[in-house]
């Protein structure tokens, strides 16, 4: 017999499996010799009270032997099979190919960028040299942008597909179990590309393609239906079905759509800065403790409020975590956040954003360029602010929302290095107007939040594509050609690692065979 309970469980003891196992017996009013096994379906940390617990969902096997849990994929050789090119192997291209070989697919990817690890030395340039490769840097190459720029796998897309699917896959080629239980799961940037690596092996080990610095640069159509891809280095790739998931920065994907009359839209976005604290002050605010517990993670937060209608949030909150300069070009400013597997690192950081809407910026409506203009126009005044080598503008959080410059800056993870500016000439009138109010509301909310110890660091601005490529809601192909499917972060229809997997597999499922 199996019976399912929730227990609350102290710090102490949360990795104590007898005294979770005899909890358990108690509260199910039985013998603990009766108990042959138990497994963890959740795990949360509860923190509303000063006495922090964590809250398991336990299936505990009652005269019977335990059936662990165990996914594996069951895919096909697709050596000889109908092709179907991929663009990009972020994480919607990659699980794309995942799902073409349980299908019978042939998937080629064609990557921009290069492989995982050979992309840091890249991303060491940017941070050391401020070089950035335009081809390869923090949001092109295998694994996309949140291999080294994020880790977390938390999503609220439950309805979109099977997200238990996505993480078992990810658990099968590397990741900690953990991620299948966890209330907030994190598979950490030092983790993802192993993991990465090892599902690009399974997917050439079953007959697919992976074809690293090879850039689409033309998509060719016959009387409305797709039918190759052009390539920089010359090569043409031909198949009857493309899946186009090129992430929110190839903005040279939305230049050929427009080149070709193809139907985009602009599409509402986030911009702000982030905000980085020491962690003790968020572990303090959050687990209402001068000290954090050994057993507790460090602390995440996640605010929200509405300042003239309209709404200023956290947004990628990255604990013990590392602001990173993902800008894809020479002459722009774009700050992201990512924590380690461990999430050791003495600082927390937050992007904190305010959603741009289309009747914020002229034309907007019939324009589907404008949105794109003013993140770049944004990006490139931080640029110069910063001064160059992607040092980015900065300012302390109280002297910001006190409109005045900081006389220095507090040590950050920042590793190009910040300079002082006022950030009200960075960022637009109503963002910085919002912000400014917004930020003695979440002190509020949240004490210790704010202080002239966190810093604010611009500019964030590739929360999401600020353009959408039209597909149709049930093929999900483009309204104009058969056979091409945008896909997740850069067609405007996912946000985050989780949700472009989901959304790039459900592309896969759109294409009859």
């Known amino acids: 017999m199996q019976q399912e309970i929730e227990l609350a469980i102290g710090p102490d003891h949360i990795h104590d499996q007898d005294y979770i196992l005899r909890q358990g017996a108690k509260q199910l009013n039985i013998s603990p010799k009766r108990i042959n096994g138990i497994y963890i379906r959740k795990r949360s940390i509860d923190a509303r009270s000063k006495q922090v617990v964590f809250r398991l969902r336990i299936v505990f096997y009652i005269d019977e032997h335990p059936q662990p849990f165990c996914y594996q994929s069951t895919l096909k050789n697709v050596r000889d099979a109908k092709p179907v090119i991929i663009i990009g192997a972020g994480p919607a291209g990659l699980f794309a190919a995942y799902r073409c070989l349980e299908r019978g697919l042939k998937p080629i990817i064609l990557e921009r960028g290069k492989p995982v690890r050979e992309r840091r030395r890249d991303l060491a340039k940017i941070n050391r040299e401020g070089i950035v490769n335009p081809e390869s840097n923090y949001c092109y190459g295998e694994g996309g942008a949140g291999t080294y720029s994020d880790g977390k796998l938390y999503t609220r897309s439950n309805k979109r597909g099977?997200?238990?699917?996505?993480?078992?896959?990810?658990?099968?080629?590397?990741?900690?179990?953990?991620?299948?239980?966890?209330?907030?799961?994190?598979?950490?940037?030092?983790?993802?590309?192993?993991?990465?690596?090892?599902?690009?092996?399974?997917?050439?080990?079953?007959?697919?393609?992976?074809?690293?610095?090879?850039?689409?640069?033309?998509?060719?159509?016959?009387?409305?239906?797709?039918?190759?891809?052009?390539?920089?280095?010359?090569?043409?790739?031909?198949?009857?079905?493309?899946?186009?998931?090129?992430?929110?920065?190839?903005?040279?994907?939305?230049?050929?759509?427009?080149?070709?009359?193809?139907?985009?839209?602009?599409?509402?976005?986030?911009?702000?800065?982030?905000?980085?604290?020491?962690?003790?002050?968020?572990?303090?605010?959050?687990?209402?403790?001068?000290?954090?517990?050994?057993?507790?993670?460090?602390?995440?937060?996640?605010?929200?409020?509405?300042?003239?209608?309209?709404?200023?949030?956290?947004?990628?909150?990255?604990?013990?975590?590392?602001?990173?300069?993902?800008?894809?070009?020479?002459?722009?400013?774009?700050v992201n956040g990512w924590s380690p597997s461990k999430r050791n690192n003495p600082h927390a950081n937050s992007g904190t954003v305010i959603q741009i809407n289309l009747d914020d910026v002229p034309n907007a409506a019939t324009n589907p360029f404008a949105l794109l203009d003013f993140q770049r126009a944004v990006e490139h005044k931080a640029y110069q602010l910063g001064g160059g080598n992607f040092v980015a503008p900065a300012q302390r959080m109280v002297d910001f929302v006190e409109n005045r410059v900081s006389l220095d800056l507090p040590k950050n993870s920042y590793k190009p290095g910040t300079r002082s500016v006022d950030l009200n000439e960075v960022l637009p009138d109503f963002v910085h107007t919002a912000l400014r109010k917004a930020l003695p509301l979440f002190g509020k909310k949240m004490r210790g939040y704010y202080t002239n110890e966190a810093i604010l660091v611009g500019v964030e601005s590739r929360t999401s594509s600020p353009v959408r490529i039209p597909r149709d809601k049930e093929t999900l192909q483009h309204p104009q050609i058969k056979g091409l499917y945008p896909c997740a972060e850069g067609a405007g229809y996912a946000g985050g690692i989780v949700s472009a997997a989901i959304d790039g597999i459900n592309c896969v499922d759109a294409i009859k065979i």
């Open 162 to 334: 099977d997200v238990h699917k996505v993480l078992s896959i990810f658990v099968e080629h590397g990741a900690d179990e953990d991620i299948l239980i966890d209330a907030r799961p994190h598979i950490g940037t030092n983790k993802l590309p192993h993991i990465i690596e090892s599902m690009r092996h399974k997917i050439l080990e079953m007959g697919g393609e992976v074809h690293f610095e090879t850039k689409v640069v033309d998509i060719v159509e016959k009387f409305g239906q797709v039918h190759s891809v052009k390539t920089e280095n010359g090569h043409t790739f031909c198949a009857e079905h493309v899946i186009l998931a090129t992430g929110h920065s190839a903005r040279d994907i939305f230049q050929l759509f427009r080149n070709k009359n193809w139907l985009l839209e602009a599409k509402p976005f986030a911009l702000g800065v982030r905000i980085e604290h020491p962690q003790h002050i968020i572990d303090s605010a959050q687990y209402h403790c001068a000290v954090r517990h050994d057993n507790l993670p460090p602390a995440y937060y996640s605010l929200v409020e509405q300042v003239n209608n309209r709404g200023v949030f956290s947004f990628c909150m990255c604990p013990g975590g590392i602001i990173a300069p993902c800008a894809t070009d020479f002459d722009e400013i774009v």
